[in-house]
Each structure stands twice: as structure tokens, then as C-alpha cells.
């Protein structure tokens, strides 16, 4: 089955500098690459995805690459500001053939110092 | 729209005792899937229903876990007899569409410590 590794497990940064989250996947057939962002007290949000035939995705300040090849995919938060601090999770499936789980990453706890 | 809700959002209870977890999902999505976070670690898929029918349990980690989804609307989560290392968030998520486009919306979770 899937495995994602994601790092780093913690990432400070100051606020208005950019923030980055790797992971990994081992499952070539994984064609969906979800990011989720969850604050205290609530559930895993969507903030951005991008799907295997795409290489680049951006949403205002965050960006997500995706390198099929090494079967890489990241998150870039530029420009951060305090509200960017939760926790982050990537996320892979294979959306073809009814399979629809997420296999997610380990999470990253993004702190903005003000 | 309301959301995905869960309800208990925390229950304490001691090894050997049951409890049942509770989601209603955003009206008129299909698509439920329970998900469960042990502390620290990634966020584990449990189990897939298409309206009242289990598409995937592969997840369930054993016999102690029962899911239900009775008239394909709210579904609960049965864990008897809790055991130490159940413990953890349990999250519910539902989408309106499979395949590539379906979003999963997920609850605030409910948090589950066994004592």
C-alpha cells in the first residue's frame, strides 16, 4: 500500500519569510496530492491539491510542486502571517477504480513568530 | 451549509468499557469515511461507506471496531470493549463525488482517551 513521509515535523519561521513542507509517496499510482491545514479545535481543512498531470499549482501564497518522477510533492506558504500557524498534512491517493482513502503524512506543526 | 459534525468532540472512558462515536455528514453527500489519529503519529484511514454500504473497511484495525451506516445518512463508530492503545482523535469525512474530484470534508473530530 501507500506510504507518505513528510518533514519536518516542526517548522518555525518569521513571519513575512516563506515556509516549506516536503513529502514523499512510494505508490506510483497515486494521482492526487491533497494539502490540509487543521487548527486547534477543528478538522483537517483542504487549502490546496494538484493532480498527477500537473506539475505547479498556486493559490495567492501557497504553491504546490509536484515531481512525479521522484515521487516528491511540497508545500510553499510565502509571505506567512501569524494565522498560517496550525498543522499541515499532505496527503496522497489513487482516485482511480473506486479507491478512495487518503494515505496522509505525519503532519507539520508551522509556528509564525510575529 | 452545515458541515461535517461529530458528536461526542471528547469522551473519557476506562479499558473494557464501550463507547460509540457519532457523524452526520454534509446533507446529500454519499461518501462517509472514518479516519483515526493516534497521538503524533499520521492520520489513518479506518473505513469507506457509499451511502449504507462498507466500499472499504481495510482499515479497521479489529474485531473491537463496529461502523454502521443504517439509512445511508449518520453513521456511528463502536468500540467494544475499549482497549489502552484506542485512544485517540477519530475523524469523520464525507465527499459528494468519488474519483479525483472529491473533496473530503472533514469534521472536528472526537477525541477519545481510554484509561
Known amino acids: 500500500g501507500e506510504n507518505v513521509e513528510q518533514h519536518p515535523s516542526t517548522l518555525s519561521v518569521q513571519e513575512g519569510d516563506s515556509a516549506v513542507i516536503k513529502c514523499t509517496y512510494s505508490?506510483?499510482?497515486?494521482?492526487?496530492f491533497p494539502w490540509y491545514k487543521q487548527e486547534l479545535g477543528k478538522g483537517p481543512q483542504l487549502i490546496i491539491d494538484?493532480?498527477?498531470?500537473?506539475g505547479e499549482k498556486k493559490d495567492q501564497r501557497i504553491a504546490v510542486t509536484l515531481n512525479k518522477t521522484a515521487k516528491h510533492f511540497s508545500l510553499h506558504i510565502t509571505e506567512t502571517q501569524p494565522e498560517d500557524s496550525a498543522v499541515y498534512f499532505c496527503?496522497?491517493?489513487?482516485?482511480?477504480?473506486?479507491?478512495?482513502?487518503?494515505?496522509f503524512g505525519t503532519g507539520t506543526r508551522l509556528t509564525i513568530i510575529p | 451549509e452545515a458541515g461535517v459534525t461529530q458528536f461526542p468532540s471528547h469522551s473519557v472512558i476506562e479499558k473494557g468499557q464501550t463507547v460509540t462515536l457519532r457523524c452526520d455528514p454534509i446533507?446529500?453527500?454519499?461518501?462517509l469515511y472514518w479516519y483515526r489519529r493516534v497521538m503524533g503519529k499520521e492520520i489513518k484511514f479506518l473505513l469507506h461507506?457509499?451511502?449504507?454500504?462498507?466500499?472499504?473497511e481495510s482499515g479497521m484495525p479489529n474485531n473491537r471496531f463496529l461502523a454502521e451506516r443504517t439509512g445511508g445518512t449518520y453513521s456511528t463508530l463502536k468500540v467494544q470493549p475499549a482497549e489502552l492503545e484506542d485512544s485517540g482523535v477519530y475523524f469523520c469525512?464525507?465527499?459528494?463525488?468519488?474519483?479525483?474530484?472529491?473533496?473530503?470534508?472533514f469534521g472536528p473530530g472526537t477525541r477519545l482517551t481510554v484509561t
Open positions: 469525512a464525507s465527499s459528494q463525488e468519488l474519483g479525483i474530484s472529491g473533496e473530503q470534508y
Open positions: 505508490d506510483s499510482a497515486s494521482n492526487y
Open positions: 494538484i493532480r498527477s498531470n500537473v
Open positions: 496527503a496522497a491517493v489513487d482516485a482511480n477504480f473506486g479507491n478512495e482513502k487518503l494515505t
Open positions: 446533507s446529500g453527500h454519499d461518501n
Open positions: 461507506f457509499v451511502k449504507e454500504s462498507k466500499q472499504d
